[in-house]
Nanobody, 122 residues
Framework: QVQLVESGGGLVQAGGTLRLTCAAS????????MGWFRQAPGKEREFVAA????????DYARSVKGRFTISRDNAKNTVYLQMNSLKAEDTAVYYC???????????????WGQGTQVTVSS
């Protein structure tokens, strides 16, 4: 069983930056493609970014491409999400999870952590 703990969220002004961290414990493996999702109030959870275990290649939602960067440190079982040029519409609870690509869409395949709240004031 892998436990995921997200951290690094907070309140930031529009245009600001935040770096989220996802720490995996338990039976975590570096051979796992990992991703970030977010859920805004009243909306469904949506895919944000993914990083493949095989070659560290990345994929992003169109809404964050060019502003967010996903990375990983396998030695620390940690995945990061660097968020720049934040907008009010980025406000959401952010979650990490193991992911799988099917039919050109990313799906979470593990258990969810508690998430970390990101609030961007305009």
């Amino acid at each position: 069983q892998v436990q995921l703990v997200e951290s690094g969220g907070g309140l930031v002004q529009a245009g600001g930056t935040l770096r989220l961290t996802c720490a995996a414990s338990g039976r975590a493996s570096s051979s796992t493609t990992m991703g970030w999702f977010r859920q805004a109030p009243g909306k469904e959870r949506e895919f944000v970014a993914a990083i493949r275990w095989s070659d560290d290649s990345t994929d992003y939602a169109r809404s964050v491409k060019g502003r967010f960067t996903i990375s990983r440190d396998n030695a620390k079982n940690t995945v990061y999400l660097q968020m720049n040029s934040l907008k009010a519409e980025d406000t959401a609870v952010y979650y990490c999870n193991a992911v799988l690509l099917m039919d050109s869409s990313w799906f979470a395949i593990g258990s969810w952590g508690q998430g970390t709240q990101v609030t961007v004031s305009s």
